[in-house]
Each structure stands twice: as C-alpha cells, then as structure tokens.
T-cell receptor, first 115, second 117 residues
C-alpha cells in the first residue's frame, strides 16, 4: 500500500536551533517526493521536491531534504530555525503527471518555535 | 510560481442547501485539477481528480453525487457540495497541475472554509 508517515505530530525547537522533520514513505514505483508548508487557514506552499538526480535537494527559505532510498526516507532539515517557520509541514509522495499526478500526504508535523 | 485562486474563501450555509466552490489557475492552463478535504489538525485527503473535458475520478469512499465536480475549461474547476450537512463542514483545498518543463508540480489554492449549520 502507498503511504507516507511523519512520525512526529508536534515538534518544538528554539529559534536558531537546527531542525529535522522526518518522513518515511511506502510506494510501489519510483517516488516523486515533496515537502509543503501550511500556515493556519492557508493553502500549501511547496518547499522543495525530488524527482531524480542529486539526493540532497535545496528548497526555499533555507530548507533542504535528503532522499535515502535504502531507508525510504525524505527528511527535511534546516540549520537555523526562525520564528516565522512555525507552521504545519507535510511530506507527500506522488506519481508523475503522466501517471495521474496524485499526491499522498503524510499526517503532518506541527512546528512550534520558542523565542 | 503559478497562482491558484479559490472562491469563496469562507462560506456558511444552512443544512440542505448546495454550495459551489471555484478553483482557478490564474496564469497557466491546467488540464488536471485536484480537490482535497482537510479536517482540523489533520492531513489532506484527496477527494477527486478533475480532468478538463471529462468526468472526474473520485477516490474510494467519496460520494460523487454529493460532491459534484466540473472542469469545463483549462483554468476553472468547480466543486459543488449538494444538500450539505454539518458533517460536510471542512476545509476544502484545490490544486492545479502545471506540468510544463519549468514546473512539473501541483499548485495549491488558499482553501475554502465551509461551515454547514
């Protein structure tokens, strides 16, 4: 079965500290992986995506993620968190557009940032 | 990036009435749009895939007669919640697929908060 697991429902970090949000997936084909961020009452903004090539991908707002096929993981990292990073983060795995383009989302991780 | 709008952003209706939500891709043509539902503090659940000029494909468990989807043009898809009931109250989010060489991803609308009294 295709699924995405984000083990951490809620994480709190201090401003300036490093961050890692975990994501594990189960997918029958070549996975296309995404990280989105959602502020309260808003839609989703893409942080970064991985289709192929270099397994360490850089995104917006200083985020990066590393694809590890052997671990079926796509963890999101940021070296220094800012208070404005407080939001809900979703990992997603999907099919390529010519295979329907559907996305499967993880449960989300809520990030709180302490001053 | 590409922009997707939704209208209305918030709607309150009485039980038994129908509500239409619009999803527009403002600066690109989207042959495929997706409709999601999100409950508070939960993830997005795909309801249906909408392809321009053809019938929508609904996910298992989603009532197609209750959630009518129309994708009449390359920039507009609509979701109509028919005979709405309080349990239909939720946050509905659409996305539009931009699969041009420069993007190859879905762009999400800001969402519509539906409250059924």
């Amino acid at each position: 079965a295709q699924s995405v697991t984000q083990p951490d429902i809620h994480i709190t970090v201090s401003e300036g500290a490093s961050l890692e949000l975990r994501c594990n997936y189960s997918y029958g084909a070549t996975p296309y992986l995404f990280w989105y961020v959602q502020s309260p009452g808003q839609g989703l903004q893409l942080l970064l995506k991985y289709f192929s090539g270099d397994t360490l991908v850089q995104g917006i707002k200083g985020f990066e993620a590393e694809f590890k096929r052997s671990q079926s993981s796509f963890n999101l990292r940021k070296p220094s968190v800012h208070w404005s990073d407080a939001a809900e983060y979703f990992c997603a795995v999907g099919a390529f557009y010519n295979q329907g383009g559907k996305l499967i989302f993880g449960q989300g991780t809520e990030l709180s940032v302490k001053p | 990036g590409a922009v997707v709008s939704q209208h209305p952003s918030r709607v309150i209706c009485k039980s038994g009435t129908s509500v239409k939500i619009e999803c527009r891709s403002l600066d690109f043509q989207a042959t495929t749009m997706f409709w999601y539902r999100q409950f508070p503090k939960q993830s997005l659940m795909l309801m249906a895939t909408s392809n321009e000029g053809s019938k929508a494909t609904y996910e298992q468990g989603v009532e197609k007669d209750k959630f009518l989807i129309n994708h009449a043009s390359l920039t507009l898809s609509t979701l109509t919640v028919t005979s709405a009931h309080p349990e239909d109250s939720s946050f509905y989010i659409c996305s539009a697929g931009d699969y041009s060489d420069s993007h190859n991803e879905q762009f999400f609308g800001p969402g519509t908060r539906l409250t059924v009294l």
